[in-house]
């Protein structure tokens, strides 16, 4: 079952917002440093591995996603 959710706009590392997978407010630096490491390394048990939130959250802070109208 896929939920859809709307993603605020994050403009700075600092910016927090709520992770579903770990349930709790978190900064973007986090989210992007977890996601990365667990990706990387694949560390299968973190929470963040192939996370759908860290993976859209890198892309919006990259800059790769395009604005839709």
């Given at each position: 079952?896929?939920?859809t959710y709307?993603?605020?706009e994050i403009q700075e590392?600092?910016?927090t917002?709520?992770?579903r997978a770990r349930r709790k407010e978190l900064t973007l630096d986090k989210c992007l440093n977890?996601?990365?490491e667990s990706n990387a390394f694949e560390?299968?048990?973190s929470a963040c591995f192939r996370c759908p939130?860290?993976?859209k959250?890198?892309?919006?802070?990259a800059g790769a996603v395009e604005e839709e109208d």
């Open positions: 079952m896929r939920f709307s993603q605020q590392l600092s910016d917002f709520y992770c977890d996601y990365l560390k299968r048990r939130q860290g993976r959250n890198r892309e919006l802070f």
